[in-house]
């Protein structure tokens, strides 16, 4: 069993416009260690006999045919045990917000809002997965509102290292319609507005898209934009946050993360220990489009920046223990495909051709929205 404690945790976080449950587990620096298919067919053959006016008789040969031996997929990612849809919208699982942070500034184009639910351990996720939300309340035809789906921003024991909680990274979905009225999307707002000791209506866990690679020396880049970083959050957190009996990365972990302004940078403070534990074996990259530009002018959106690294991302998806993970805005993925086609035609290789391969090895791993 994994034995872990918190780290970085919540308490890195932002505690300006913040609350929290007086239940909620306290986290002290000090305490901060966790840092043969063989087919025969059937046939006939002539025998004649001189009684019978050499009457041709057609005998039908007994054969055995054997179905084929189905050979088992055996899955690069780690998917043993792995738990879905043990709760539905129609019994949802009740849970209660612990705490919930802007961790976005300010100045920031919307609010991103970090909050941990209780679980008591009967959401039993992956990293990688997501869970379903039902706002409270009904909608205009007097139905309960649709759940919605979010990529779980913690790892499998929780931000309490005690795997009885589960976190969540939401932005708040505000927008001027065609008619000029201001539209709230109603999950992120309730999801936002929920204070400490409220209860949440939970579905799921889901997903297998985004699971993490069972090898330990794997090379993992993570591609996120925004709230995308959600999964890379869970991973990154069990590679060098925790310990466990049954895993210890000794791989490369890349992550490029593309926001708009500094100002929306999330959980930065996390990645910077991350290097410091970890030189060797976590890189981080941003790109903030409002702000920075290439050598170009050009604004410097995630595959701006992967552009510069561009000739090391390939040499890296050449090798079979490379996987990526992308998770954000639709759309995302075809920019990153610009990078790739020009570099693989220097090999000879068909860029679209190869990440079909990829998929199939389960080595390109996407989830966009």
């Known amino acids: 069993m994994a034995s872990a404690a918190v780290t970085a945790a919540v308490g890195s976080l932002p505690s300006s416009k913040s609350s ?131 990529s779980i921003a913690s790892s499998a024991l929780g931000d309490f290292g005690d795997a009885k909680t589960v976190s969540l990274c939401v932005k708040r979905l505000v927008y001027t319609n065609e008619q000029g009225e201001v539209v709230k999307g109603v999950c992120s ?54 310990k466990h009996d049954d895993y210890e990365f000794n791989g490369l972990a890349w992550l490029f993360l593309g926001v708009p302004t500094s100002s929306s940078l999330l959980y930065k403070e996390e990645f910077e220990k991350m290097k410091e534990r970890a030189p060797d074996n976590f890189r981080v990259d941003y790109a903030v489009s409002r702000e920075q530009a290439n050598e170009k002018g050009e604004k410097m959106y995630i595959q ?12 890296l998806l050449k090798k079979d223990n490379t996987f990526v993970y992308m998770c954000g805005l639709k759309g995302m993925e075809k920019g990153i495909d610009d990078i790739m086609v020009s570099l693989a035609a220097n090999d000879g290789i068909d860029w679209l051709s190869y990440k079909r391969e990829l998929k199939r090895a389960e080595q390109w791993n996407v989830e966009v929205y």
């Open 189 to 242: 707002n309730f999801l936002c507005d929920l204070k400490p000791g409220a209860e949440v209506k939970i579905t799921g866990p889901v997903g297998k898209e985004m699971l993490m690679p069972k090898d330990p020396n794997a090379t993992v880049i993570m591609l996120g934009t925004g709230t995308g970083i959600a999964p890379f959050r869970s991973f990154l957190w069990k590679m060098f946050f925790e």
């Open 20 to 150: 929290s449950l007086s239940k909620t587990p306290s986290i002290s620096p000090a305490n901060l260690e966790r840092t043969s298919f063989h087919k025969a067919c059937l046939y006939s053959r002539s025998v004649s006999t001189a009684n019978a006016r050499k009457k041709l008789v057609a005998v039908r040969a007994q054969v055995t045919t054997e179905a084929p031996a189905k050979v088992a997929k055996v899955s690069k990612k780690n998917d043993e045990g792995v738990v879905t849809n043990k709760y539905k919208p129609k019994e949802p699982y009740v849970g209660t917000c612990l705490l919930n942070t802007k961790i976005t500034g300010d100045d920031a184009p919307g609010e991103t809002w970090h909050m941990v639910f209780s679980t008591e351990g009967e959401v039993p996720y992956r990293e990688g997965q997501s869970i379903g939300v039902i706002a409270d309340g009904i909608d205009k035809n007097g139905k309960p509102h649709k759940l919605r789906l979010y």
């Open 304 to 315: 701006t920046r992967m552009a510069e690294y561009a000739g090391e991302l390939w040499e």
